[in-house]
């Protein structure tokens, strides 16, 4: 097995967290009371409970690094999820930026940012 890092992210509530995520194409591989792991698009991303967390002052955020960002996008957007610069959850569309690589951005119900970083 190669060497792994995967996000720690925090949810407010992990049944929430899993409904949203499963509509994103993810799948819980793990759960109990503190933690929740849930693996999808070929990448793992990891929640602990944080019921009070606040989501309009969540400095979380993380990176998935994806083969297919476009298609990912699209999944995101067939699920409603609206673009806009207000409220949680929304999408902004990938776009060449001058790091050289597209990149989207996905903000779920709990605030966290994930930047969609389409691999090179």
Request: proline share 8%; glycine share 10%.
């Amino acid at each position: 097995m190669a060497n792994l890092a995967t996000p720690n992210l925090p949810s407010r509530d992990f049944d929430a967290t899993t409904e949203f995520y499963a509509e994103l194409g993810f799948g819980q591989a793990y759960r109990d009371e503190g933690w929740l792991i849930l693996t999808g698009h070929d990448v793992t991303v990891e929640f602990f409970l944080y019921p009070g967390l606040d989501p309009a002052t969540s400095s979380f955020s993380c990176c998935l690094r994806l083969d297919d960002v476009d298609g990912f996008y699209e999944t995101c957007r067939r699920t409603g999820i609206p673009e806009t610069d207000r409220g949680w959850p929304r999408l902004h569309p990938p776009r060449l930026e001058h790091s050289g690589l597209r990149i989207g951005y996905l903000v779920d119900p709990d605030g966290t940012l994930l930047r969609l970083v389409q691999n090179p």
